[in-house]
């Protein structure tokens, strides 16, 4: 039995879904490890068992229990937020020593942030939305804005997910008010062009025979757009896999094949689009992708009739044994 540590929780405002997506995960690991859930809080990250509770070590990789000690082999990093899918947590595990599934640190910085990440893949050719970066230390002007990106627009902080902070500008005087929500879950936002048409998600992951290209699934609600709300509170419907022609769909599945080999990610992740007839544009990279029984990546597994104990097994073959 191999020792794996699954981090959970995180720093933002993503904690509770981190820790359902944790659940699913532990519950349906394959059964060669003994996965230990490792809370990354503010202060000493622990793992808790049977109501005792052990301190993970930061400096070699030990969970020190009051009469124990549980060194971890391999990690699994399953924080949707601040410090795991912005590569701190990566990081930290290279520096002593341990591997892990997920993609590296590098990439996953580069795809946490969303102005950065859509500037790459724009510049590598993939049709992404019109964007201005806006910051705190920078002034901007309103009228500017809103004539290159004309009305409605969406504003995003650049380092968050779950839709938290995301607001809909639908006319001049939503925009402050929107940057300050965006503000208060990072430093830095994107304003971006509206793009009016149908959202579809596919995940892609890495097996034994290659890389795997999962059912795309459509995502619609009657909510202004896709938020919180949205997401986790019955506001949405999601169709696995999504009823457009397959030629979209193969297009959809190779798009995002291509674009998880020029970030060079491993594990599995999930990109997003909105499509405009039949051009695809890229509205987000998920290197961590929700994992709890409702997110979607689970559903696209069902559909596909990949068991979720099979799944981690074939992940596990290519990014740790190989």
């Not at 959202?199 to 097996?207: G, H, K, N, Q």
């Amino acid at each position: 039995m191999k020792n794996l540590g699954l981090f959970c929780g995180g720093f933002s405002s993503e904690f509770d879904i981190s820790m359902k997506s944790a659940q699913t995960i532990f519950d349906h690991f394959p059964k060669a490890y003994d996965v230990y859930k490792i809370q990354v809080v503010k202060g000493d990250w622990f793992c808790e068992i049977n109501g005792e509770k052990g301190i993970f070590n930061r400096n070699n990789g030990s969970i020190q229990f009051q009469k124990n000690k549980i060194s971890i082999e391999t990690a699994l990093i399953c924080i949707h937020g601040v410090p795991g899918e912005n590569g701190k947590i990566e990081a930290l595990l290279d520096l002593i020593g341990i591997p892990f599934i997920n993609s590296s640190a590098k990439a996953s910085s580069l795809t946490f942030d969303k102005y950065l990440c859509n500037q790459f893949l724009n510049a590598r050719g993939f049709r992404t939305a019109k964007s201005q970066l806006i910051t705190k230390d920078i002034a901007f002007n309103v009228d500017s804005l809103i004539t290159e990106l004309k009305l409605p627009f969406f504003v995003k902080p650049t380092e968050s997910g779950s839709s938290f902070g995301i607001s809909k500008v639908n006319k001049k005087d939503d925009l402050l008010p929107a940057i300050e929500v965006a503000f208060k879950e990072g430093d830095t936002i994107i304003a971006e062009s509206f793009l009016d048409g149908i959202e579809l998600t596919c995940a892609v992951f890495r097996s034994p025979e290659g890389l795997i290209a999962l059912p795309i699934t459509q995502v619609s609600t009657d909510n202004d757009f896709f938020d919180y709300d949205a997401k986790y509170n019955g506001k949405s419907k999601e169709e696995t896999p999504a009823k457009v022609s397959a030629a979209l769909t193969i297009d959809i599945q190779n798009t995002s094949k291509e674009i998880y080999n020029a970030l060079q990610l491993k594990s599995v992740a999930r990109i997003d689009y909105i499509v405009i007839g039949k051009q695809p544009f890229v509205i987000e990279v998920n290197t961590i992708p929700g994992f709890s029984k409702a997110s979607i990546v689970p559903q696209m597994l069902s559909c596909q009739g990949i068991p979720l104990d099979e799944f981690w097994s074939m992940v596990i073959d290519v990014e740790l044994n190989s």
